[in-house]
């Protein structure tokens, strides 16, 4: 289904990629994502299951890498373009498109590392053959929570942050020019048990708690490192999730890309750069579910009619369109200012506003859109079923909403009104 689109900066080649990611979405990810939807954790990640074609396609296309920067390789889209792929790629499917998301975040922040240093050794290394891959056979993930650590690495904002008693549980150590990795990461590591490449937080100085932690680049195919069992869960279910043990693992002492006297900041940015791309994903969601309600209510008869006909009917489907269109706007000004800030430094208040709320109106449009398909709704056989468990977990997912909420809160409080 076409849309009409407000904005009127985008152009005829903005368009042309919209309709192939559409494409992609409708023909591809819907399809495996419905398989996956039905199959154990461990099937979907087994030798025969649909996930592996449908990576080499996504990265045959191109979308594993389309939010790294042309100079390493990455296709160089531009902020809206961006937004607009990732909103069709929602529309598939959440799950899958968070997986794709993630699969490219260490390689992310390598570039990010090279382009502040200039040095482009590993970019050179890592994130160029990433980008070159077209066999999905590179994935990375971002390996943050913890068993004991959920909210408490993410409220970047607060005090808990800081205090030396609360303690990463996965530590690194020098030792020469080794880095030597121990700990566990929780089983909520979005594509954990099917990477081989982690974006790693962990401890670097013990004093500091958690704000004395660093970011690493470490390969998950070396001596030391194991994986849990894939993760069963209610949504999302397209999406791998599992823990990763490190027993120690050694890295190469240049595979520390951001420091602790970096963490704040780096931290800070790679949330708001995740957050703004959780709207993001939920503006597609949000309209998958809205357009699902929108052909079923033109062809269901009730009161001898279709329901479409019904005033009730057409005033829920107008709030519902009234969300989609709301979480378009605000995550698409979230992403293009986040991602490309004038002065440099992403405000994450802003790309929280578009997380909680793309999220939350996305779950109320699912929720509606279950409601209008009466029984049919809690029917497994339609997808609003899925779109609604897909849609329940994005409000934990980079974040409960109300520890982000609180999080953006003490900024908004500080720096209110901020200036560029
Ligand atoms: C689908 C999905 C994908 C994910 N992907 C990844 C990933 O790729 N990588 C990764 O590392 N992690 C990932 N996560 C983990 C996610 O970031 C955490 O689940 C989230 O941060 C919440 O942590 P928790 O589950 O430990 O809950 P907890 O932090 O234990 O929170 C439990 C409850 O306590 C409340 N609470 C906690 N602290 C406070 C406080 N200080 N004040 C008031 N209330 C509080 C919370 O609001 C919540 O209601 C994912 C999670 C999901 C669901």
Excluded at 237 to 253: H, M, T, V, Y
Excluded at 403 to 417: H, N, R, W
């Amino acid at each position: 289904m076409d849309y009409l689109d407000l904005d009127l900066s985008v152009t005829t080649e903005d368009m042309a990629l919209r309709q192939t990611a559409h494409k992609f979405a409708a023909e591809v990810m819907r399809p495996v994502a419905k398989k996956l939807d039905g199959m154990s954790a461990e099937e979907a990640i087994a030798k025969d299951s649909p996930l592996w074609d449908f990576l080499k396609a996504a990265f045959k296309q191109g979308y594993h890498c389309f939010y790294l920067p042309a100079e390493v390789g990455g296709t160089g889209l531009s902020p809206l373009q961006s937004h607009i792929v990732t909103e069709e790629l929602g529309w598939g499917s959440f799950g899958l498109t968070v997986l794709l998301s993630v699969i490219s975040m260490p390689f992310a922040l390598i570039a990010a590392r090279a382009m502040l240093t200039g040095d482009m050794t590993l970019a050179e290394t890592f994130v160029r053959p990433f980008c070159e891959c077209k066999d999905g056979s590179m994935r990375g993930c971002w390996a943050i929570t913890e068993v004991e650590h959920g909210s408490d690495l993410i409220a970047c904002e607060e005090q808990i942050f800081c205090k030396p008693d609360v303690r990463w549980n996965v530590k690194a150590r020098q030792e020469g020019a080794e880095w030597v990795i121990n700990g566990q990461k929780a089983a909520w590591v979005s594509g954990g048990t099917i990477a081989n490449y982690a974006l790693l937080f962990a401890e670097m100085d013990a004093s500091k708690g958690i704000a004395g932690g660093g970011v690493f680049f470490c390969p998950l195919d070396i001596a030391g490192v194991t994986k849990g069992k894939p993760l069963e869960k209610m949504g999302q279910r397209d999406l791998n999730q599992g823990e990763i043990f490190f027993d120690n693992a050694r890295i190469p002492a240049d595979y520390l890309l951001f420091g602790a006297d970096m963490l704040m900041f780096l931290h800070s940015a790679t949330l708001s750069n995740a957050n703004a791309v959780m709207g993001n994903i939920a503006t597609g969601l949000a309209r998958a579910s809205f357009e699902e309600a929108l052909n079923f209510a033109k062809v269901r008869i009730q009161g001898g009619k279709p329901i479409v006909e019904h005033n009730s009917v057409r005033q829920r489907l107008a709030e519902m369109f009234a969300k989609v269109e709301t979480c378009r706007a605000l995550s698409r000004t979230v992403r293009a200012y986040n991602t490309a800030p004038p002065n440099g430094i992403p405000f994450l208040e802003y790309s929280v506003a578009s997380k909680i709320t793309c999220t939350r109106l996305a779950l109320e449009v699912a929720d509606e859109a279950i409601q209008l398909f009466g029984g049919n709704g809690v029917c497994r056989e339609y997808l609003p079923e899925k779109l609604f468990r897909d849609a329940r977990a994005s409000l934990i997912e980079d974040g409960n909403n109300e520890i982000l909420a609180m999080a953006a809160g003490k900024t908004i409080a500080e720096s209110y009104p901020r200036s560029g």
